[in-house]
C-alpha cells in the first residue's frame, strides 16, 4: 500500500439509527472510531487533524439535518477507499435537502447546507431505489497526503 493510500478499498461501515436522542453523538463517536480504526487518526499533521475534525462537522450537520428536517436519520454508512471518504445518512423522507433563503451568518441556524458547500468535496442526494421509501443523503471528503518524515508540521 503507498504513502497516503486510505488502506483497502469499500472498507464499510454501518450503524443502525432510531429516533433522534443522542444520535448525533453517537454518529461522531461512531465515524472518530472508524477514522482512528481506518488510519486518519492519530492525524499525522495540521492538515489532517484539520481534515478528521471537518468529517466529524459533516457527519453532525447531515444527522441533525435528518433529525430536524427527516423525522431522524435510519442509517450512517461510512466507505473508506481511494483516497476518500464516503458518508451516508439515510432517512425515511422523500424530500431533498435544498437551499433555503439565506440567513444572516450572526443568526443561529440554517447553515447546514453552506457546512456542506464548504468542508465537503462533493455532496448531493439520492432516492433510496425501487420500492423504498426516503432518501440517502451522501458526502465525500478527500483524506490529506500523508506528511513526509521529517517535514514541519
Known amino acids: 500500500m503507498a504513502d497516503g493510500d486510505a488502506g483497502p478499498p469499500n472498507q464499510v461501515r454501518r450503524l443502525v439509527l432510531h ?17 482512528a480504526d481506518w488510519g486518519w487518526i492519530p492525524a499525522d499533521g495540521e492538515e489532517a487533524r484539520e481534515r478528521v475534525e471537518d468529517v466529524l462537522l459533516l457527519v453532525s450537520e447531515v444527522v441533525t439535518n435528518a433529525c430536524l428536517h427527516a423525522g431522524g436519520p435510519e442509517e450512517l454508512v461510512l466507505r ?22 439565506p440567513r444572516s451568518p450572526a443568526l443561529p441556524g440554517g ?20 420500492g423504498a421509501v426516503g ?19
Open 80 to 101: 473508506n477507499g481511494e483516497g476518500r471518504l464516503r458518508v451516508e445518512v439515510s432517512d425515511a423522507s422523500p424530500e431533498h435537502p435544498r437551499a433555503r433563503t
Open 19 to 35: 429516533g433522534t436522542r443522542g444520535v448525533v453523538s453517537r454518529c461522531r463517536d461512531f465515524t472518530a472510531q472508524a477514522l
Open 135 to 153: 432518501k440517502v443523503v451522501w458526502l465525500e471528503v478527500s483524506r490529506p497526503p500523508a506528511r513526509r518524515t521529517g517535514a514541519p508540521e
Open 111 to 130: 447553515h447546514g447546507l453552506l457546512v456542506l458547500d464548504r468542508l465537503a468535496g462533493a455532496w448531493g442526494s439520492r432516492d433510496k431505489g425501487p
